[in-house]
């Protein structure tokens, strides 16, 4: 259970990376540091009483509208870490919630900027915020020296792959789980790439719900494979926006 303090501006939680959790290169997968992101995130609020369990109240709920996470390294196999998450900004509309990860020595190996939404579970539309006074009394000068998330537009795709969403991709609110868009983008890399290269910035923006059983076409633009640009499309309507920049893996 997370102790309650409303004035806790910066909130850190540490973790250990468990042989279980890694991936090829025995290092920690993006997908599960967007599980850590998310479940920080929610400890805080929590922490301030404006979680889940509060919201849920008022038939609302805290929805990650855009990810961008830089990474020097990620941690590795048998390697304690941890995220620590505070607010840069907020308007009526979304949140900025930041992030720093740190190895077991302090060192920041990583940062992550952050947009949520409070959304009527309802009806689906954006909820005024600026009520939740919280949040202003919580904002830092905290520094994120990481660039905020490019502008993702349409492209044009070298590869188109497609896929059906099924009950695995599904989470409790009934559309396709944030993790699991991530995992798609990430597997239409083969092994070879993942082991030359790592991700060192992801940008990743979710415009619309997906459910299941729906087809998505996942656009690919990988003219540079550096530099990608990846969509999922589920028929003339774009569902989510992302962009992997990779870099070599030290021999």
Not at 92 to 105: K, L, P, V
Request: glycine fraction near 4%; charge should be negative; include cysteine.
């Amino acid at each position: 259970m997370i102790e309650s303090n409303p004035n806790l501006k910066e909130y850190s939680q540490s973790f250990y990376l468990s042989a279980g959790e890694c991936n090829a290169q025995a290092e920690m997968p993006i997908t599960l540091l967007m599980n850590r992101i998310i479940e920080v995130a929610t400890n805080h609020a929590n922490s301030w009483g404006v979680g889940y369990a509060r919201l849920i109240e008022d038939n609302q709920g805290w929805v990650l509208s855009r990810v961008t996470i830089e990474m020097t390294r990620y941690p590795r196999v048998d390697e304690f870490y941890s995220l620590t998450t505070w607010i840069e900004d907020y308007n009526r509309h979304f949140s900025q919630r930041n992030m720093e990860i740190a190895d077991n020595d302090g060192n920041v190996i990583g940062y992550v900027r952050t947009i949520w939404v409070v959304i009527n579970l309802s009806t689906r539309e954006s909820v005024d915020i600026s009520k939740l006074s919280y949040i202003a009394a919580n904002v830092t000068e905290h520094p994120c020296p990481i660039e905020p998330q490019s502008r993702l537009r349409p492209f044009e795709p070298t590869r188109t792959e497609t896929y059906r969403f099924q009950y695995t991709d599904i989470d409790f609110n009934g559309h396709v789980n944030t993790v699991r868009y991530l995992e798609h983008i990430i597997n239409q890399f083969p092994w070879n790439h993942h082991r030359e290269n790592f991700i060192s910035r992801m940008e990743i923006s979710f415009v619309k719900e997906t459910y299941y059983d729906e087809e998505a076409q996942i656009l690919i633009d990988d003219n540079d494979p550096t530099n990608i640009r990846l969509d999922i499309n589920v028929g003339d309507t774009t569902r989510v926006r992302s962009r992997l920049i990779f870099q070599k893996r030290e021999k």
